[in-house]
């Protein structure tokens, strides 16, 4: 009683309302809330540099930047910077997500694989990737060879571990009502394991393919002429701004883009979920 | 019990020309752990056979190594006779928890049975109709499991199970993930379907009024290590059983006599560590 | 000065004690100065060792940077006071952002003085690339867009009349791996870092930069805007004592004033600060090798200093409204048209 009725007034011997203690933690869907954050930040940006509170050495006008994107489209070299690192971000994510989660399946279904995979996994999933571009020229050779390299191996890792914890997460007894039907052991694996794993090995590729944008600006800090991480870099190194931002936007859309493209598979592949 | 053999033989008819499990000197351990201790039991054809006993007395590991699941530690399960020519798994499992693919519809889930035997097409659907009518499923065709209730998911699962002809069902709890009514009403579709063509099953429940319901014979197996402490039959024929039959009732009440002193001692056994 | 310069060796860090060696300065103002550790930062060292900024009132505390680009930013942040690097597109911007200033030249191009050389890989060398004039088509190092190499490189394609691609590799490290392994064709880069490469065998030297940037002003003395408009004592006193270090150098190392134990005396004190992870005698050959004139009294070039920011420009690198004034504050030094 008293722990129900605290905080309101206690008078006599009354009734007193059950106080509601049920609220929160329950996300609900405002995405209204997002667009305002961004729009109240962009406007003040835009106000403080306007009125000179924020130097042109902090940040650059939203409305240059917007300029700047807008010649980027115009001139055509949006398209030339989008094309090879979309390229090199398909190919390089395609091929590490894709070994990756055969190794991850492989580690999930045979002992001996785990037992010989799982370390070396742990030992290089930390590793930096960027810190072996150097090693990746001279490997792969300085052209789009070593920026695949980079960006599958960077998707490469995480999506193994998230694939062979998926694997280890589908229910076994799915697996055994499987094995008491007769089923083949390939036909387990295909029709059973790797469905049964198809969420975890998705939200695997939603953080693999964050890495992959991520490592996109390394990859292309090594021979890269064009390319959105080249267009990057360079705008850092010339120090300008405007461009350095609309190099960021450009990657942050690419960012929401996969996570929208992802949010899209989910919807079409985990329909069953409850 | 060869009595009640030829009875259920008679009752199926040339269907089932009739595959009897033999269980012969069963011993399993887990570990250091003894679960099953000498275990011989024959299951004959066209009958229900009901396993009951205690929780931990290893009467779903015995259905295991019926179904060759597990491996027995000693002793052998030997299929006497040949399953029909048409079975396609002769021993197929019904589960407590269903074990249907979330992803597949009613339909796939009964075709994923098929598939590997490279059944599809025309007879694949004549099969899934079929199975799908017998156990009232025809209007779910296209539902995903997540859209079922749980006595309709244990239906699917029977009908998946009877898709591929078996000659032993082995039925692990099937109802005990179900409530109270729900429970009856699937005894009753199970007592229809087995009235309508007989099946040979293995039916493991610690409820024993399932086993009165349904069993044709009724084992009791003891505390963990598992022996069998009692066989009993029951003649009255299961689509004449009803609720508070007082045939029934004594059978029920004289289970639970065999089976008090044991159920405490396990719970005990289980409190003890 | 030898006493002095004793003194300061003897006392080294101890800015109290070494103020109190020099009594006729009113002031000793703490300063930042930036440098890499490369011998053409020679003149900052000189100076802060033998107690030349000192004398004009100066604490300096030298502050080390890997690269070019941190440097301009620290300078530009307020961090570093003064610096010596190469013109680089990042440098007019952040001058036409308001940020720095050029005040002075250091290291500028001269014909018939060792300079910057041409390099070719190996591979490409084999293959016939052995004079700029076979550059067409070849691949050219540079660190990023808009960096000296990159200046460089396009000045000498355009005036052989040929076109090139230019690989953007970062860090001189990457380039010289990639010249080494044959993934470029062709480099440019200081003597002291040429000649060790091309005596490996593993590059070729196949020109001079001077011989297509006669008189290239390579690298500037810097500051912020603010302290050249408003610190104009500082900004002096600090062009004093780094002019005195810069004189020392030229005089010693290539009029060798002081003859073999000068230079000796020199490599010793250069060596503190440059090929500090090798010995003595393997850093000597180094030092000696990689020897330029820096401009006396850092004197600007100001004609190449107005090549290079038209050139920026042409690229589309730099914003195309920015003049010669806005990037260098000519008040400070003597310029020249050369």
């Not at chain 2, 539902?143 to 699917?156: C, D, E, H, I, N």
């Not at chain 2, 399932?210 to 066989?231: D, K, Q």
């Not at chain 3, 004398?55 to 006071?81: N, R």
Request: aromatic letters at 8%; hydrophobic letters at 45%; glycine letters at 10%.
């Amino acid at each position: 009683m008293a722990d129900t009725g605290a905080g309101k007034k206690r008078d006599g011997d009354g009734p007193i309302e059950v106080r509601f203690r049920g609220g929160g933690f329950a996300p609900r869907s405002l995405r209204w809330v997002g667009v305002a954050v961004f729009v109240v930040l962009i406007a003040m940006v835009q106000w403080g540099t306007e009125s000179g509170w924020i130097s042109a050495l902090t940040l650059p006008k939203p409305t240059d930047v917007l300029a700047t994107f807008r010649e980027l489209w115009e001139s055509g070299l949006l398209f030339k910077h989008l094309q090879p690192s979309l390229t090199r971000l398909v190919i390089g994510a395609a091929l590490g997500a894709s070994t990756g989660i055969a190794i991850g399946v492989l580690i999930g279904l045979f002992s001996y694989a785990r037992a010989g995979l799982v370390p070396l996994v742990a030992a290089i999933f930390p590793i930096p990737k960027i810190a072996l571009l150097p090693l990746f020229v001279i490997w792969f050779g300085i052209d789009e060879g070593s920026k695949y390299a980079l960006i599958a191996f960077g998707t490469f890792t995480p999506t193994v571990v998230a694939t062979y914890g998926a694997v280890d997460n589908v229910d076994r007894s799915l697996i055994r009502m499987g094995q008491s039907f007769g089923l083949s052991w390939s036909s387990i694996v295909r029709k059973i394991v790797l469905p049964g794993a198809m969420p975890g090995i998705l939200s695997g590729l939603r953080i693999s393919l964050a890495i992959a944008i991520i490592l996109l600006v390394a990859a292309e800090m090594l021979g890269a002429e064009y390319g959105i991480g080249a267009y990057i870099l360079e705008a850092g190194s010339l120090y300008d701004l405007e461009r350095l931002f609309a190099g960021v936007v450009i990657l942050s859309l690419l960012g929401v883009l996969v996570s929208a493209l992802i949010g899209f598979l989910e919807k079409r592949l985990l329909g069953w979920r409850i | 019990m060869a009595a009640v053999s030829s009875h259920a033989g008679m009752l199926s008819g040339s269907y089932r020309v009739g595959m009897d499990i033999k269980l012969d000197g069963i011993s399993h351990h887990y570990g250091h752990t003894e679960v099953l201790r000498n275990i011989s039991l024959d299951i004959p054809a066209g009958q229900i056979v009901c396993l009951v006993g205690p929780s931990g007395c290893g009467k779903s590991t015995l259905l295991r190594l019926i179904g060759g699941l597990e491996r027995p530690g000693n002793g052998r399960v030997l299929q006497v006779g040949a399953p029909p020519a048409d079975s396609l798994n002769p021993l197929t499992f019904v589960f407590q928890d269903f074990a249907l693919l979330p992803w597949r519809s009613v339909k796939g889930n009964v075709s994923l049975v098929l598939e590997d035997h490279g059944i599809r097409g025309k007879r694949s659907k004549a099969i899934i109709d079929d199975v799908l009518n017998r156990t009232k499923l025809a209007d779910f065709a296209d539902a995903l499991p997540k859209q079922l209730s749980g006595g309709m998911k244990q239906r699917v699962a029977i009908a998946r199970a009877l898709a591929v002809n078996p000659a032993v069902m082995l039925m692990d709890e099937p109802l005990s993930a179900l409530d109270a009514q729900t429970r009856e009403l699937l005894m009753d579709d199970l007592v229809a379907l087995w009235t309508r063509q007989p099946f040979t099953a293995v039916y493991v429940t610690h409820n024993l009024a399932e086993a009165v319901r349904l069993g044709h014979t009724i084992v009791v197996l003891s505390r963990r290590p598992g022996r069998i402490r009692e066989i009993i039959s029951i003649d009255t024929p299961i689509s004449e059983r009803r609720a508070g039959d007082p045939v029934c009732q004594r059978k029920h009440d004289l289970l639970w006599e065999l089976m008090r002193e044991e159920a405490r001692a396990a719970d005990e056994e289980l409190i003890d560590g | 000065m030898k006493f002095n310069r004793r003194q300061t060796l003897g006392l080294m860090g101890a800015a109290a004690v070494t103020s109190l060696a020099a009594p006729a300065i009113a002031q000793n103002r703490k300063i930042v100065v930036g440098a890499l550790r490369f011998t053409s930062h020679s003149g900052s060292f000189i100076a802060l060792e033998r107690g030349y900024f000192n004398d004009a009132g100066l604490d300096v505390e030298l502050k080390f940077f890997q690269a070019a680009q941190p440097m301009a930013v620290a300078i530009a942040s307020g961090d570093v006071d003064y610096a010596v690097t190469a013109v680089s597109g990042g440098l007019v911007s952040l001058a036409d952002k308001g940020a720095i200033k050029v005040i002075g030249g250091a290291l500028s191009e001269e014909k018939g003085i060792d300079g910057q050389k041409i390099l070719a890989s190996d591979a490409a060398f084999k293959s016939g690339l052995t004079s700029p004039s076979q550059l067409g088509g070849k691949t050219f190092g540079m660190s990023t867009a808009g960096s000296s190499f990159h200046y460089m490189g396009s000045k000498v394609a355009e005036a052989e009349g040929v076109e090139m691609s230019f690989k953007p590799l970062q860090k001189v490290g990457a380039i010289i791996g990639a010249l080494k392994s044959g993934q470029i064709d062709a480099w440019s880069i200081v003597p002291h870092i040429a000649k060790p490469l091309a005596g490996s065998g593993a590059v070729h030297i196949i020109g001079n930069i001077s011989d297509y940037l006669p008189g290239y002003q390579v690298t500037t003395v810097f500051t912020s805007a603010k302290n050249a408009a408003d610190e104009r004592d500082q900004t002096k006193d600090f062009l004093t004592g780094f002019g005195k270090g810069v004189s020392d150098y030229n005089s010693t190392m290539i009029d060798k004033a002081g003859g073999d134990a000068g230079v000796n005396e020199m490599v010793d004190l250069i060596h503190k600060y440059v090929y500090t992870d090798r010995p003595r005698e393997k850093a000597a050959p180094s030092i000696i090798n990689g020897t330029m004139r820096i401009n006396e009294g850092s004197k600007l070039n100001i004609a190449s200093l107005r090549d290079q920011l038209e050139w920026f420009q042409a690229e589309d690198l730099v914003g195309k409204d920015i003049t010669l004034d806005t990037l260098v504050d000519g008040s400070y030094v003597e310029t020249y048209e050369g």
